[in-house]
Every structure is written in C-alpha cells, then in structure tokens.
C-alpha cells in the first residue's frame, strides 16, 4: 500500500475537509462554476489531459475544468497518470504495482496492466522508490475518487523526459484496453506572469495543434520550466494512436490570480484531447 505522501500539505488530510475543498474548486470563479452532477453520462471521447497538480487552493479550480469535463462521460475502465520525478529518486521510468491510499479511500492499481508494462516494455521499470514522496501523481487521485465510483490506475513517474523516450512509452501505452491518460504538470515556475503566458501559450499552441514533436522543441528554445513536459508529449502521443484528433484548452491560470502577486507565478494549464 502506497501511503498519502502530501496529505494535509497540498490538499487536506481529514476526508470531510478534502471533499469540502474539491467542491470549492469546482465552485470557484476559476473554476467551472457548478459541480459534477449525477445525470446520464455520455460516450467517452476524452482519450487524455493535461492537468495541474500544485496545491489545491492554487491550482484546484484549473484542475476541476478537466474533472469536469470527465465526469460528464462514462467511467474508463483504467487510468494512467504520467507525471514527472521532482524527488529524482528512482528509475527513469518507473511504474507502481501498489495501491494507493488517500484520505476519500483506497485506490486499486490495475495490476494487469502494470505488468504488461513493466514486461513488455523495455523502458519501463516496476519501481516503487520514485513513487514514494512524488506528489503529481498523488494530487490527483482526490479529484479521480470524487467524480468516479471505481476505476483503477496504473501510475507512471517519469525522470526521463526526452522526445524518444515519450515515444516508445506511448506505443506501448496505447495497447493497453479502454485506458485515460493523464498528464499531471504544471507549466512556467517563478517568473512575471505576463512572461510566463508568453511562453506558455507558444508551447501550448503545438498541444492545441496535436503535435507533441514542436512542443517539446519549444520546452527547449523557450527554456520553458513546465515540470511534466515529457508526461504531457506521452499523453499527447499515446491519445493520438487512440484516435484523439483535436485539443482544447479549458483554462489557463496562474498562481497569482489567487496570491494577487503576479511579479512571480507558477502557470496552470487544463487542456483535453478528444476523439
């Protein structure tokens, strides 16, 4: 069992406290304003995202755009959730076999599909060291247990982030059956926000464009200081060999639309590929 690392530091520990601060992010006027709702869901065309995964009160209105938007669809029988290694412990590629647990409960591992992975894909190592203290992947399983009854996960941590690597890991996740991908990144860290959406928007239009090739050549030239880079070009890749062929841009905020200072901001983007 893989225990909460973050839990009462980047969203509550108490579960009554946590689901309280998940409906305030959908509530929030930068978030979608309204909360998922219980109606009939629709055929699932959302094939990947890309969502933030800083603290909630930061970043939690942004990731309720995508939240909400899946919870609109029916339930996909697994989820896999890219994010990159900030602890730089462990392999370069390294995926959990363990379920996690958060304050909402326990969430199941597709164990099935950690195996193929971690035996059919050569870059991919089952390694639970990389896991142990990284919070992008953990950020968003409070979000996954609130719009979803069951689901399992195969959580994948990258320290390896370059355009082959990306590759070779989404071919080998597009043959996993009826599967999500979520990308768990934030964009530019501590600069003027104004510079920040400048170089932001000039990555994210080759996101919005489907081309996960020029987007990682702009993390280059911009120097760009987005985390998950390599996770978001996976997913991107992987959506695309799943029949996702456009994207959108729900939301684009930053960390000084909550501070009130914008001389140095980490940037948040909630962005959808669909079929």
Known sequence: MRNPSVAGQFYPSRERDLRRQIEECFLHPLG??????EGEKKKKDIIGAVV???????????????YYALSQQKTPEKIVILGPNHTGMGSGVSVSGEDWK???GVVEVDKEAVEKLWRGCD???LDETAHRFEHSLEV???????IYDEFRIVPICLALQDLETSLELAKCLSELD????????????YEPADEARRKDMEAINHLLAMDERRFLQSVYNLDLTACGYGAIATCLAASKMLGATRAELLKYGNSGDITGDYSSVVAYSAIIFRR
Not at 52 to 65: C, I, L, N, R, V
Request: no cysteine; net charge negative; hydrophobic share 40%.
């Open 140 to 146: 968003q399983l409070p979000f996954l247990q609130y």
């Open 102 to 104: 958060t304050p909402l």
């Open 123 to 125: 870059i991919v190592d």
């Open 178 to 189: 009826d599967a999500l991908f979520l990308a768990s990144s934030d964009f530019t860290h």
């Open 52 to 66: 933030p995964h800083a603290g909630y009160m930061y970043s939690g209105p942004e990731a309720a755009h995508v």
């Open 32 to 37: 979608p304003g309204k909360l998922p709702d």
